[in-house]
């Protein structure tokens, strides 16, 4: 499955303006990158990707919409899933985007 490029565009433009923001296509997604550590995707299997801080991940899945993000079988802490339907109201996804971009600008740059 090929990322929302509508979903895209709407993350573009919530990080429209944000110091240092770059595009890389990435996990079938189209990941949007801030000091080159992932803040955001339009994910390849639907809905967004993020990073968030790790310590943050159990509270985070509380959340609607919020999936624990899986690679290769395994569970990882600092990253999530959020279902496209989700993310289909603008507010929501600001928010979700804005966990991103805080949590990635926090991290020294690569």
């Given at each position: 499955m090929a990322y929302d490029e509508d979903l895209a565009e709407r993350i573009r433009a919530e990080v429209a303006g944000e110091p240092g923001v770059t595009e890389m296509k990435m996990f079938g997604g189209l990941a949007f990158l801030i000091g080159g550590h992932l803040a955001v995707a339009a994910s390849g299997q639907g809905g967004l990707m993020l990073r968030c801080d790790p310590?943050?991940?159990?509270?985070?899945?509380?959340?609607?919409?919020?999936?624990?993000?899986?690679?290769?079988?395994?569970?990882?802490?600092?990253?999530?899933?959020?279902?496209?339907?989700?993310?289909?109201?603008?507010?929501?996804?600001?928010?979700?985007?804005?966990?991103?971009?805080?949590?990635?600008?926090?991290?020294?740059?690569?």
């Amino acid at each position: 499955m090929a990322y929302d490029e509508d979903l895209a565009e709407r993350i573009r433009a919530e990080v429209a303006g944000e110091p240092g923001v770059t595009e890389m296509k990435m996990f079938g997604g189209l990941a949007f990158l801030i000091g080159g550590h992932l803040a955001v995707a339009a994910s390849g299997q639907g809905g967004l990707m993020l990073r968030c801080d790790p310590e943050e991940t159990e509270a985070l899945l509380a959340e609607p919409g919020a999936e624990e993000f899986e690679m290769r079988g395994k569970t990882m802490q600092g990253w999530l899933r959020v279902a496209a339907e989700t993310v289909e109201d603008d507010e929501v996804l600001r928010d979700w985007v804005e966990r991103g971009t805080v949590y990635a600008r926090s991290l020294p740059p690569k």
